[in-house]
């Protein structure tokens, strides 16, 4: 490809993908309207090839129960997905989830949700001697793999909707107005280098994780080797599945704080190392030598929930927008300051994160 002779006359377009966070500390639940509405005034940040939301306190009543959000394009694909279920859980209620039929929303797949939990002991037909978190992802793996279905939520009390639209426009297919929650996210997507298709889109989840993303992982690749190592497959076609496994593996497995995690996925340069005290500077050239796999690289800004806290962070040299803001007991976060503001006018407080610097914010003991 050769470049224009006259540069300054090309012509890009400057649209981006958007973020939108928000917890409640003391788990009062924020109706849907919310989240939606902030992401209606990001509008212009994605093309209409994805939009989704993640939202946690959604399942009371199942609140100890693994809820699986399944989408497949053809009945015979969902009834394979199925059979697996079956076969390494206990499912104690399924049903198709709720969805209203709107004309920004085309060729839907089918979406159908399981309230399940895992078979223990004997029960089990393989990975026995797994624990509970460690069965459940090899499920939704297993699933992912042998299946033309897509596992797109598996976490406890929470639910992740997604797919082909403007998040406006998800989030009137799924009736996101009727739910409520203690921690929202959202995100409005413009494909670059991956599809946009419906399992594409953002939130990428793993049990309780989700993550919503404004950027490009280009160490994708080497991110994703690294995670196949630990038995991760990643299936979905997009570049920001492997944060949300490498989420689970550094968190959940290896036992890395979610501050160690962000050393992680955006640290120091050499020359900063190079100039730290001695007993710091072996602290993250260890980290950089061990977990040099899964280094996110490229430009970034991340919001992750696990239901107990929200996160923000961006890359190193911060090459995508992030804000943060408060409110009484709320606390936003967002690609643009106009989001929070469309939905709180009054803040208590507004910043900017530095450069790889995460925002970590728990819920209340």
Excluded at 113 to 121: A, D, I, N, V
Excluded at 290 to 299: I, R
Aim: include cysteine; glycine fraction near 8%.
């Amino acid at each position: 490809m050769k470049a224009p002779e006259r540069f300054y006359d090309f012509e890009k377009d400057i649209s981006g993908c958007g973020v939108f966070g928000v917890i409640n500390t003391k788990r009062e639940l924020i109706g849907g309207d919310m989240p939606i509405r902030a992401m209606c005034s990001m509008h212009d940040r994605g093309n209409g090839l994805g939009g989704g939301f993640a939202a946690y306190g959604i399942y009371p009543d199942m609140a100890d129960k693994y809820a699986f959000h399944l989408m497949s394009d053809t009945q015979s694909g969902l009834k394979q997905a199925e059979e697996i279920l079956s076969q390494f859980a206990v499912v104690l209620h399924s049903e198709p989830i709720p969805t209203r039929s709107t004309l920004a929303v085309k060729n839907p797949p089918i979406v159908w949700r399981y309230f399940l939990t895992p078979k223990m002991g004997q029960d089990r037909p393989q990975w026995r001697d797994y624990a509970e978190s460690d069965y459940m992802v090899a499920v939704v793996m297993h699933i992912n793999k042998k299946t033309p279905a897509f596992v797109f939520s598996s976490g406890k009390n929470m639910g992740a909707f997604k797919g082909v639209g403007f998040p406006e426009d998800i989030a009137e297919f799924f009736r996101l107005d009727e739910y409520k929650a203690y921690i929202w996210t959202g995100h409005n997507r413009f494909p670059t280098n991956t599809p946009g298709w419906w399992g594409g889109a953002h939130p990428f989840t793993l049990l309780d994780w989700s993550i919503v993303h404004n950027g490009e992982i280009s160490s994708y690749g080497i991110n994703r080797r690294y995670l196949c190592e630990h038995d991760y497959e990643c299936t979905l076609m997009t570049d920001t599945e492997v944060v949300a496994y490498e989420l689970d593996l550094l968190v959940r497995k290896h036992g890395l704080s979610l501050r160690m995690c962000s050393w992680v996925f955006a640290p120091p340069f050499w020359d900063e190392i190079d100039r730290m005290p001695e007993e710091q500077k072996k602290a993250f050239t260890a980290l950089r030598m061990v977990y040099g796999g899964a280094l996110l690289n490229g430009p970034f800004a991340i919001l992750v929930s696990d239901g107990k806290c929200l996160m923000g962070l961006n890359d190193r040299i911060k090459l995508r927008p992030l804000l943060v803001a408060e409110r009484g007991d709320n606390v936003f976060m967002s690609s643009e300051e106009g989001a929070i503001r469309d939905v709180c006018p009054e803040l208590d407080s507004v910043w900017a994160p530095k450069a790889g610097e995460p925002v970590i914010v728990p819920l209340d003991a």
